[in-house]
């Protein structure tokens, strides 16, 4: 009978790790197709920190903040976020801030589509800006938003277009402080 009773407890150790593994392999797979980033953290700088000066991407002016949009060609989630991005032109002209993409992929359909996509939204890196940009702000993962000063201190930044452009409650609680 006590073997019995330590197999069935052996057993059941063995099911709630199983039932751990699938779950977080769930939550995964989830994330991936809501055309979410899985990696919390794309690279890059932090908020606070210095970044290159927006100044020294072709095509931005000096004194001039930026949002700054690293997307793959190959990248799903960068699908969902480019046309988000694009949305976000004329709130950041109202303010006197420029959008910059950076689309990093070889020339194909996938990279002239998403390139067709942001565009319009201002200025866009291809080819060899494209891979200095993304050398020079050490980016890992696609896509990633950094909302940048004139001088370069990074204000914001995120996988997603609303995490560079949302001001979290506490910054407002330690900024009153």
């Known amino acids: 009978m006590i073997a019995l009773a330590c197999g069935l407890a052996v057993l059941g150790i063995i099911e709630i790790f199983h039932l751990a ?15 979410l980033a899985v990696e919390p953290d794309a690279g890059g700088p932090k908020a606070g920190e ?23 060609s190959g990248c799903p989630a960068c699908q969902t976020q480019a046309p988000r991005f694009a949305a976000m032109v004329p709130a950041l002209a109202e303010v006197g801030a420029r959008a910059v993409a950076v689309l990093n992929g070889i020339a194909g359909p996938n990279r002239d589509a998403l390139a ?62």
């Open 21 to 35: 593994v699938t779950t977080a392999l769930v939550r995964r797979l989830r994330a991936g197709q809501a055309g």
């Open 116 to 177: 067709a996509v942001l565009g319009p939204a201002g200025e866009l890196l291809l080819d060899d800006q494209a891979r200095q940009a993304f050398r020079s702000f050490a980016i890992s993962a696609t896509p990633a938003f950094f909302l940048l000063r004139a001088d370069g201190t990074v204000t914001r930044k995120g996988v997603t277009v609303a995490q560079a452009l949302t001001v979290d409650p506490r910054e407002h609680a330690s900024a009153g402080a």
């Open 50 to 72: 210095q970044a290159p000066r927006p100044a020294s991407l072709p095509g931005v002016p000096e004194d001039t903040d930026i949002l700054l949009g690293f997307f793959s």
